[in-house]
Structure formats: C-alpha cells, structure tokens
C-alpha cells in the first residue's frame, strides 16, 4: 500500500517536471493564458465592485465578505485549471485520437494516468495569486484574528474542496466516451461552477441545497470562508468531511462504466 | 503457448449518416444504427520466440485482433489467454510483460526529448536504475539514437521517432511485442532498420512478436508464420511460401500470340485470369500442365509461352477473393 | 442565378451544421439558465437588502428583464467562427476558398447566418416566452411596437458583430496563436456590450465611454429597446449608429483582410 503511494507521488513527480518543461517552450501561450484569465478575474471583480457601489450589506454579507467569497472562487478555479482542466478537456482528445489505447496498456490506473497527466501552469497562476490575494485583503479588513488553527483548517478545507471538485467536475467529462460532441457539456458544467461568483446565501433555498448536497458546487468554494467567518455549522462540517470521500466512489464507478463502454463499444 | 485465442470475436454498432439538409433533418427524430463484424470467430495459437504477422486489407480485423490481445478491447464473445490471463481483465502483472506499438500513436511527449518520456516509463513499470541504465544504452546502442536521446521528439524524424518510440516500448524487456503497423509512413531504408533490428531482437531476446502490416515486405522478410484474415475470418495461416500449396498448387500460364482471339476460344481452355490483346494469362492446376500445354501449341498461334508458380502477393489476393467462403484454419 | 444557388447552398450547410451540432446547441441554451439564475437571485438580494426601489436607475423588474435577456442576446450573437478561420489560415485550409468563385466572406456571411438562422428562431421564441412569463408575474410591459423595432435591430446587431469578429479574425494573419487573444476579446467585448451587467451600473464616466464604443450596439442598445425605456429619436440614432459601425467594421475587415492575404500569399500560404 505504501509501496504503490510512493510509486503514484513518483510518476505525479514525473508528470509536473514534464509538463513544466513542456509549458516553458512555448513562453507565449503562457501569456495568453494569462491575459484570458485576467479577464475572467476582472468579470468576477464587477461583482465584487456592485456589492461596493451598491454599499449595503446584501443577505447578511458585507462588501468584505462577499470579497472573501469570490477571492476562495478565484483561487479554487485557480486550483481546478492548474491539476485538473486540461486533463478533462483531453478526455474527449484521448478517445477521438485513440490515444486511449496506449495509456490503457500501462500498468498504473488508467483514471490515474488519464485525468492527472496535465499540470497546467499557464491557465492557473493568474488565479490563484488572484484569489489568495483577495482572501487575506478581505480576512484583514474585517479584523478576523489569524490563529494557527484557523488558518490550518483553512488550508484543510481548501484541500477538501479540490478533492470535491476533481470528483464532481470528472464526471460530465465522462460524456465524451459516449458522444464527441462534448464542447456544450463542458461549457454547463463551466456555466455550473461559474455560480459561485456570488456567494451561496445569494441563492433561494431550493437551489442552494441542489447545490450543496445534490452537485455540491457551492461546498467547494463557499465552506472555507463561512468557516473563516464562524458561520459553519457542524452538520455542514460534517457533510464537507464525507463528500469528498462519496463523490470519488461515484465518479470511480461511473469512471469504470465509461472504460467498459470505450472498449466493448468501439474497434 | 504463450497466446492462445479461441473463437473470438468483436461486432460493435454505429450509426449512418447521409449528407443533405434533407437527412440532417430526418436525422434529428431517427438513427439509422448498423453492425459491423469486425472479427468473427478466429481461433490460432502462437508459441514463445515465435514472430507471426497478420496479414489482410484494410478493416479485415487485424488492429482489433491485436486490440483484443493487448487488452485494450472487449471481443463480443470467444476467449484468449496471453501467459494464461486474460488480457481485457487488465491485471497490473499481465500488463508490465508485454507492449504494444503502434504506427500511427505515439507516447512519447511531444515537446519534450525522447529521455524524459523513457524515464516516466521507467517509473511506471518500476524498472531498477541499473537495469534501466543497461537497457538503454544497449537498445540506443542497437538502434543507433544515442545523440538524440536529448533532442525533443517534435524534431526528430519520423524514423528516429520510431525508434525513440520502440525503445520506449521495450524499455521493460516485454515478453511479448504486439505492433500495430510499424513501419507505416517510414522511408525505405528506416524500414529495413526497423525490420533488421525487430528480427535481432527476437534472436536474442527471444521476445514474441505479433505484428499487422500492410507491407508484405514487413511479413515476408520477418515471419515464419503469417496469418492471413480477410473479413474479419481467418483465411490462411502458416508460412508464406506455402500459400501456393493452400491455393492447391496452381499454376499461371502467360501466352504471347501472333494475332488476337476471341475470348469464348480461350474460354474453352481454361480460367482465363488476364486477357489484352495477344497477351493471355491462364491459372491452373498443376496436374493439368502436360494437357493444358499441348491444347494451347496446337490450337493457338503462340509466339511465346512461360509456365510459373503464383507469386506469393497474387496468392494472396486470390485468398482474399476466396475468403469468407473457405476458411479451415491449421 | 448560379451564384445565388451557391449562396444559398452554403446557407443550408450553416443550417445543416447547427441541426448537426444541436445537442450542443440545445445544451448550450439550457446552460443559459445558470447565468440567469445568478443574475436572478443577485439582484433580488441586493434590491432586497438595500431596501430601495431604485438601483442604478433600474427598477427590480427592468433590472431582472434586462438581466435574463442580456445572457440570450449573448448566445443568440455569440460568434464562434474566428477560431476556424484562424484555422483555415493556419494550416492553409483558406487555399481551397482562393480559388472558388464564392468569396471567402461571402461563405462566411452566409454560413453564419444558416447557421444563426435555427438558432434564431428557437432564442426568439424563448426570448417571447420569457417576456410573457415576464409580463405576468413581474408586470414587466409587453408592447407590440418595442417587439417589432427590436426585431428590426437584431439583424443589425448581429450583422454588426459578424464584421468586428470577422475583423479580429485577420489579426491570425500575423498570429499563429491567436485564440487567446480571440477568447480575451470576447470577454471584454461582452462586459463593454452589456452582457453581464447594464452599463449604467459603472458609472456615469465609464457608461460615457461604452456608449461610445461599437459592443452596446450588440446588446445593450436592443435590449433598452425591448425595454420600453428609449424615446423614439433614441431608437432612430441608435439603428442608425449600427449601420454606421456595420460600414466601419465592414471597411476595416476588407482593410485588414487585403493586408492579410497579401502576407498570406507572400510567405506561399
């Protein structure tokens, strides 16, 4: 058990130093990843600026609170593009080119070796320096008081949540060993995810629990600032503890339906 | 035996489309779905050391064969067993002792030099650093890439890809070498490379190779055994040299007359294979050729008169032809 | 006639192509509802909380009306064409449209608009329903000339962002990698149009200069329109600013499109 941990931390080793070797020989796409995401960070920073301009607290949440929320969005999204995105746009690459076959015959998991090859720098550093640089702005203005534990759990959470997202996000990529058409599929699960530009208290209660219990986007990015801000409740604690754990089992065996498909289904 | 396959085979469905605005539009409420047998209940079995080759046209079921074997795919029904597993069970152990290359994928990084990509597979098949180290400098030795080692693979050529790629392939020592095409696209010289290197390998390592290839040049040269399917069926399977015997040891017979004949004359003869002008091609039995020749001299204005044995590539197509209908497998 | 024929042809292959591709379409459309559903509860909170009538100069309903069809419009003119043009001058796949008779723009124009035209017609429909259900439970006014004047802008609009995106589509002349620059432009080209919030919300400076940019004409223009809240001289000079962005973009493409090929042929395609 042990033995293979080490084994998979190895080849994940590998994969990071290949992909950044890989990234730094074409500079310029580094760029223009850049300027595509400091333009998706300005869109998020208008809802930032409404709360501001508007100057009330909105559904319990001061301008600073909703700065936090979008800043753990930011970084998250940071987090997704930077271990996951490229990896699940690939999928549908993979079966189309058959490049499939070749990752099949390797004796490591497939889903593995499959959806964590990718580590994407470019589409990521925006977000992530972005989104930290918003959390601490917003953690410091509102005078919270900074205790390891805090900041540990923090820090917990934020793990959790990409361990979520990889787990809920996996799945509609799947799609694409169905049909190849999968450029809409990844645009609604984007359109999904891009609900947590505000924070989840925005919502009315029936959306808010589809997506904290059903697809639980708002988990992701919205309980480590209600956390940070004391307004966790344990139920929720809880709940944020085991989703991750479910959705992997699911996405798991929805993973395996996929493959079985891929190679009774095609020649 | 090392593999062993019996009845297998692999139908899968899909759907037709025509073009037009019109079937654009009736294509929204109705599919049209169809099955294609791509294998249909082939069964051989192949010995350690042993190279065969798949040989067949296009779609006859040569890369699903060899899919199926490297575990890639589910066949529809039948079994086969590669040093006794089950290859689509997919089993950690059963994967670490074969390879599989094919011609037209690669898995080598493509912005990166060719080392880095021998090294994640070092890493995945859990190869030791010293036997990793002997490995590859014997196999860059063979293959004569040693400098290229650390040139990224987008510049390298097509040859010396597939050689960065072959040695990605046996970096592990596979028991087993499935190639799907190896030498497709390559220029000549870079394929006898290919072809010396795969026939030492198998000499010395005694590494089974299984190979599908266009080229019967690729077959000819390095395989005892081929095995031939058309239609998804196996038509013939031994070596090359006895697919004459396998055809019931026919002859053709190339004639050059003085004038032209009308075919019914020729008709009358024999199976009349090609026929322009004065240049006539019979195909017949061996044991006919004492009668055949006199019928011919004395009935027809010949100038000329040749008697040969099928060359292997008509063989071939004739066994194409006849497929489908005869297939007794040995 | 038989280049008539050929136009048409290529507008049945746009209309093939969005019946092909309509899983993504409808999939796309149904996105639609989550950017709508942010839009929806966003505003109600802040309307809510801050406990006036009045935000931005918005009432709750226009403010909500605006918003829902604000995300329509923008997938209804959402243009996706630059990346294959990008393509076809990448790997040289423009040579084929050089030598036909039927102009690279032509084929473009008219492959759009098949292609637009399926979609058209299902945005509109939903855009009447949404109006309707609008109408009843937010008393957001439903007036048959607004509808008919807007229908009559559309087409502008989007003739209007089918030339500044045919435009930007020439910068792969000079680009190999121009997707980047294509996706960045799209985003702040929707923000400056009003896809994402009114113009008004960004104050009186900034709302000076979108206004006096082309992207409103897209969006903002025809949806204040359907609206209700332009006076009819308003109406006149706004209709009359897209034709008059129509002949700007449509010159400057032919501009940078000349530029382009001449690059494009010199270096052999």
């Known amino acids: ?267 | 035996m090392i593999i062993e396959v019996d009845g297998l085979s692999k139908s899968f469905t899909y759907h037709k489309k025509e073009l037009g605005l019109k079937s654009s539009i009736q294509n929204l409420f109705r599919r049209e779905m169809q099955t294609k047998h791509a294998v249909s209940d082939i069964s051989f079995s192949i010995e350690e050391g042993e190279v065969v080759g798949f040989l067949g046209p296009n779609g006859a079921g040569k890369t699903t064969t060899l899919k199926m074997l490297s575990g890639i795919l589910h066949p529809t029904s039948g079994s086969a067993k590669v040093f006794g597993y089950t290859p689509w069970e997919r089993k950690n152990e059963f994967k670490r002792q074969f390879s599989i290359v094919m011609g037209q994928k690669n898995q080598l990084w493509w912005d990166l030099p060719a080392n880095e990509s021998l090294f994640l597979n070092k890493c995945i098949y859990e190869v030791d650093d010293v036997e990793y180290a002997r490995t590859l400098g014997e196999l860059t030795e063979l293959l004569d890439v040693k400098e290229l080692l650390k040139v990224q693979v987008r510049r390298l050529s097509l040859g010396e890809r597939m050689k960065m790629e072959l040695i990605a392939a046996l970096i592990h020592k596979p028991r087993i070498l499935l190639l799907d095409e190896p030498t497709i696209g390559l220029d000549i010289i870079s394929q006898r490379k290919i072809r010396e290197f795969f026939k030492y390998y198998n000499r010395d390592k005694k590494t089974t190779i299984v190979l599908t290839s266009h080229y019967m040049n690729d077959i000819e040269e390095m395989c005892d055994r081929s095995i031939i399917i058309n239609h998804g069926r196996i038509v013939f399977d031994g070596g090359l040299n006895e697919v004459n015997e396998r055809l019931g040891h026919k002859k053709i017979m190339k004639l050059v007359l003085s004038e032209p004949v009308e075919e019914w004359v020729l008709n009358q003869v024999g199976e009349v294979k090609e026929f322009k002008d004065t240049h006539v091609k019979f195909v017949f039995e061996q044991s006919e050729i004492k009668k055949m020749s006199r019928w011919v001299l004395d009935h027809l204005p010949v100038i000329d008169f040749t008697i040969e044995d099928i060359p292997i590539e008509e063989g071939i197509a004739l066994l194409y032809q006849s497929g489908g209908e005869k297939h007794e497998t040995a | 006639m038989r280049l008539h024929s050929m136009y048409l042809k290529t507008f049945s292959l746009g209309v093939q192509n969005s019946l092909e591709y309509r899983t993504n379409f409808f999939l796309n459309l149904f996105g639609a509802i989550f950017p709508i559903l942010i839009q929806f509860f966003y505003w109600r909170a802040v309307f809510t909380s801050s406990g006036q009538q009045i935000v931005f100069g918005f009432s709750y309903n226009q403010m909500i009306a605006y918003s829902v069809l604000a995300v329509l419009m923008s997938k209804l003119i959402g243009t996706t064409f630059q990346y294959e043009i990008a393509r076809d001058i990448k790997d040289g796949g423009l040579n084929k449209y050089l030598v036909k008779p039927i102009g690279y723009l032509s084929y473009r124009i008219f492959c759009f608009l098949g292609e637009k035209s399926v979609q058209m017609l299902v945005v509109l429909a939903l855009s009447v329903i949404i109006m309707l259900l609008l109408n009843a439970w937010l008393d957001f006014p439903v007036n048959l000339p607004y509808i008919l004047l807007f229908l009559c802008v559309v087409p502008s609009a989007l003739m209007l962002n089918f030339f500044i995106y045919y435009s930007l589509s020439a910068v792969a002349f000079w680009f190999t990698e121009a997707n980047g620059a294509f996706r960045t432009f799209a985003l702040l080209a929707n923000i400056a149009g009003g896809g994402l919030f009114p113009l008004d919300i960004y104050g009186p400076v900034t709302k000076a200069i979108l206004l006096a940019l082309p992207f409103n004409y897209v969006i903002y223009f025809p949806i204040r329109l359907l609206s209700g809240t332009l006076t009819g001289p308003e109406i006149a000079a706004g209709a009359m600013m897209q034709l008059v962005w129509i002949g700007v973009f449509a010159a400057l493409s032919t501009l940078l499109w000349r530029q382009g090929l001449t690059k494009y042929i010199a270096v052999g395609g």
């Open chain 1, 1 to 267: 058990m042990l033995k293979t941990l080490k084994k998979y931390a190895l080849i994940y080793k590998v994969f990071v130093k290949n992909c950044f070797i890989a990234q730094m020989e074409y500079r310029i796409n580094f760029l223009f990843a850049n300027t595509i995401e400091i333009a998706y960070l300005f869109i998020k920073l208008l809802y930032v600026m409404v709360a501001f301009r508007v100057g009330v607290v909105i559904n319990g949440y001061t301008p600073d609170m909703m700065m936090m929320f979008v800043g753990s969005f930011t970084m998250m999204t940071g987090f997704y593009c930077l271990f996951f995105y490229s990896n699940f746009m690939n999928l549908s690459n993979h079966v189309r080119n058959g490049t499939l076959d070749l990752l099949i015959t390797k004796p490591v998991s497939l889903q593995f070796i499959a959806t964590l090859r990718n580590v994407d720098f470019g589409f990521s550093f925006t977000n992530v320096v972005a989104g930290a640089g918003m959390i601490i702005i917003a953690w410091s203005r509102m005078d919270i008081p900074v205790t390891p534990s805090r900041v540990l759990v923090f820090m917990l959470f934020i793990f959790l949540g990409i361990v979520l997202k990889y787990a809920i996000f996996l799945m509609p990529s799947l799609i694409s060993f169905w049909t190849v058409q999968t450029a809409a599929v990844n645009q609604m699960s984007t359109a999904i995810w891009d609900m947590n530009h505000v924070p989840m208290h925005i919502y009315g209660s029936s959306v808010r629990h589809v997506g904290t219990f059903l697809f639980p986007v708002f988990v992701i990015t919205n309980f480590p600032p209600l956390f940070v801000l004391d307004r966790l409740t344990w139920a929720h604690m809880v709940w944020f503890l085991i989703a991750p754990l479910l959705f992997l089992f699911l996405s798991r065996k929805l993973w395996n339906v996929a493959i079985r498909n891929y190679s009774s289904a095609s020649s």
